[in-house]
Nanobody, 125 residues
Framework: EVQLVESGGGLVQAGGSLRLSCAASGFTFADYTIGWFRQAPGKEREGVSCISSGDGSTYFADSVKGRFSISRDNAKNTVYLQMNNMKPEDTAVYYC??????????????????WGKGTLVTVSS
């Protein structure tokens, strides 16, 4: 059974930091591009950041560049999203998703193969 389990969400003040983790199982993690997506109330789900396995290529949405970083540990089947200097507009449910692609070809919600259930991140002003 494929599972993607997010953790690390919570409440943080503006300017603070959180680290999200995504633990994967049930598929060959090292063959997949992994991404973080978020959905705020009343808004569409958007790509935040993705990381390939093949060459470690990364993508960041313009809104998080310079503040967020992404990394993966293939030995632990886990991807991390480090979020620094957080802003109230970062408030959303954050989802982890997997794309059956060794290289980074897409970081859009449509087309991802597997999804986690999400973790809520709230940034207070």
């Amino acid at each position: 059974e494929v599972q993607l389990v997010e953790s690390g969400g919570g409440l943080v003040q503006a300017g603070g930091s959180l680290r999200l983790s995504c633990a994967a199982s049930g598929f060959t993690f090292a063959d997949y591009t992994i991404g973080w997506f978020r959905q705020a109330p009343g808004k569409e789900r958007e790509g935040v950041s993705c990381i390939s396995s093949g060459d470690g290529s990364t993508y960041f949405a313009d809104s998080v560049k310079g503040r967020f970083s992404i990394s993966r540990d293939n030995a632990k089947n886990t991807v991390y999203l480090q979020m620094n200097n957080m802003k109230p507009e970062d408030t959303a449910v954050y989802y982890c998703a997997a794309l059956d692609s060794y290289y980074l070809t897409s970081c859009y919600p449509n087309g991802m193969d597997y999804w986690g259930k999400g973790t809520l991140v709230t940034v207070s002003s």
